[in-house]
């Protein structure tokens, strides 16, 4: 697994949180740290360097499946990539598995689709839910 510096995770962030912050202020719901968070995670293999290349390429850091239907929405075009990922299904246990991976045109518009889905449906119980 590669690990990147100190300094390539500082520079990760100083790149995500302010298009983390404009999203926010752009379509709400959750505080940008939830985002550049999820970023962080996502591009697990080196925070959007080597390992997750592919990734990153695409502007894919925040790691949207396609899911079920391939529906364009404002800020995601149906552009997407196949990818391999290792899911976890039962705890402690990765599954490696090819997935359809949402593509962006950019960075922004990977985190602004974060917080369209968040304001979709798709997460109406989890955000009945949210608490810090």
């Given at each position: 697994m ?10 990760f ?17 959750v505080k940008?740290?939830?985002c ?9 293999y080196?925070?959007?360097q080597?390992g ?10 925040l790691?949207?499946?396609?899911g079920?239907?391939?529906?364009a ?5 149906g552009?997407?990539f196949?990818?391999?990922?290792a ?5 402690g246990?990765?599954?490696?598995i090819?997935?359809?991976?949402r ?10 689709n974060f ?5 979709s449906?798709i997460?109406k119980?989890v ?6």
């Open positions: 590669y690990t990147c510096t100190k300094q390539q995770k500082r520079d962030i100083n790149e995500i949180a302010p298009l983390a912050q404009n999203a926010y202020k752009t379509l709400g719901k940008p740290s939830v550049i968070g999820m970023a962080c995670v996502e591009s697990n080196g925070w959007g080597k997750t290349r592919l990734m990153y390429n695409q502007h894919a850091v790691g949207h499946k396609v079920t239907g391939k529906t929405t404002k800020y995601w075009n552009k997407f196949v990818a391999k990922t899911e976890e299904y039962t705890v246990t990765h599954t490696i090819k997935d359809a991976f593509a962006y045109d950019s960075l922004q518009d990977c985190c602004l917080y369209e889905l968040l304001n449906s997460y119980r955000d009945a839910n949210a608490d810090y």
